[in-house]
């Protein structure tokens, strides 16, 4: 984990103890996409209360929040993943 990820994860955990920093991306420029997850999902109101809190860093990068679908998406729990037991 980078520092700018890790420091950004503590601003987030300071938010919502659950919201989780799945992965940070440069594309180029000052562009910065965080990948951000949550054991509720991850809707756009979501995505926007992070990006107000975040509100800092639009000074240094063009900020772009996303919930990580596929490519990042975190393994799920074991009590994720259990079935409800068959009648």
């Known amino acids: 984990m980078t520092d ?3 420091s950004i994860q503590q601003q987030l955990s300071a938010l919502d103890s659950e919201l989780d920093v799945v ?3 440069k594309p180029g420029g000052d562009a910065l ?3 951000i997850d949550h054991p509720e999902g991850v809707d ?3 995505c926007e209360q992070v990006t107000r809190h975040l509100n ?3 000074a240094e990068y063009s900020l772009e929040v996303s919930s990580p679908g596929p490519k990042y998406r975190r393994p799920s729990t074991s009590a994720e993943t259990k079935e ?3 009648e």
Request: charged content about 15%; cysteine-free.
């Open 56 to 58: 800092h860093l639009l």
């Open 4 to 6: 700018l990820q890790q």
């Open 84 to 86: 409800s037991p068959s």
């Open 23 to 25: 992965a940070l991306e």
């Open 33 to 35: 996409r965080i990948f």
């Open 44 to 46: 756009l109101a979501r």
